[in-house]
């Protein structure tokens, strides 16, 4: 799920023989940002759900750069990175550092930590109005264009949902070719220009973030009648876990709940005549289908695709056979024939 971005970050890094001080190596399924004001909890957050030494203390501003942990959800672990609190700026607004806006925009996620003690509504809108200035949303857009590093792959796939693009699968591949760049899949939604795909390349153009809201403190007293107003105040497509870091309260939802959110599935893969399954599944995008998947294991496993089986919530029956255009389900396990 690391956008092409990552890459080029890289590749100047090594031209440059230097490395942002906030630089995260990314780790396990997803990685996510934890962002909120000072004081709010993150830090608490973050070691009550990870093995992260954060350091929380009652004075603001006391994180100073990105802590990583590692969340365990079931059979995956999901990365998640706490970043230091936006600055406050001199018209009262939320101010996101450049190196912050670079590891979300990098990132597979967020998570916005609130205070329900202190205003949590006018909290979320004003970062989410910080993230709208750097060109990043919290909800998807009608037509987007989203470009996914494929390692070795040799070739530029392209995945269209939605309406027909005025674009031509040619004409991406020979605009990729003309960068330099040979292993990619490019996902568009609906109807969208070349222009579009080349803005995506070089991030000209707003990028959606799927997100999780903890408000936190649940624990002091009015906690849950600042939730409830703050619940009324979402967009459909969010909502908001309340948790306190002090009791525990409402952690143990976190991790289902980002899941779910990051539209991603499981799905574990089985060799012919064995009786298990592998024990850790790759983790691949809702709608993946048999075939993306053998491609994401292997170009070659995909170019001697003959058919698969299933087992799981996909399956008619166990073992049922399928072509490479059946759509995988969560925990569906696949066992893929080549010839």
């Known amino acids: 799920m690391a956008t092409l971005r990552e890459e080029i970050t890289e590749q100047r890094g090594r031209r440059g023989g230097t490395r942002s001080s906030w630089h995260v190596e990314r780790e396990g399924a997803a990685q996510l940002m934890i962002l909120g004001p000072t004081n709010a909890g993150r830090s608490s957050l973050l070691r009550a759900l990870t093995n992260a030494q954060a350091n929380v203390a009652a004075y603001e501003y006391t994180t100073q750069r990105p802590i990583p942990g590692m969340l365990q959800y079931e059979d995956i672990q999901l990365q998640l990175v706490e970043l230091p609190a936006p600055q406050i700026n001199s018209s009262g607004n939320y101010e ?33 109005a910080a993230l709208e200035e750097a060109r990043i949303s919290t909800q998807r857009q009608a037509t987007q264009v989203e470009i996914v590093r494929e390692k070795g792959s040799g070739e530029i796939r392209i995945a269209a949902s939605g309406a027909q693009s005025s674009c031509k699968p040619e004409q991406i591949r020979e605009l990729f070719h003309g960068y330099g760049i040979k292993n990619a899949l490019v996902r568009i939604y609906g109807d969208v220009s070349i222009g579009d795909v080349e803005d995506a390349i070089f991030e000209n153009v707003t990028i959606y973030k799927p997100s999780v809201i903890v408000a936190n403190k649940l624990d002091l007293p009015n906690a849950r009648a600042a939730l409830s107003e703050l619940d009324k105040e979402l967009p459909q497509s969010m909502e908001a ?12 939802s976190i991790g289902e709940k980002i899941f779910r959110v990051l539209g991603i599935i499981r799905v574990y893969t089985k060799e012919p005549n064995e009786p298990k399954p592998s024990e850790y599944p790759f983790v691949v995008r809702v709608g993946t289908t048999v075939g993306e998947l053998a491609r994401t294991i292997h170009t070659e496993l995909a170019n001697k695709y003959r058919y698969s089986r299933i087992w799981g919530p996909t399956s008619k ?23």
């Open 96 to 128: 996101l550092q450049p190196e912050a806006i670079d590891l979300i925009r990098n990132s597979d996620g967020l998570v916005f930590v609130v205070d329900l003690a202190t205003d949590p509504k006018r909290q979320l809108h004003t970062i989410i």
């Open 241 to 252: 876990v309340g948790t306190s870091c002090l009791t525990g309260q409402g952690l143990n």
């Open 317 to 339: 029956f166990a073992g049922e056979r399928v072509g490479p255009e059946h759509v995988l389900g969560d925990e569906d396990v696949v066992e893929i024939h080549t010839g």
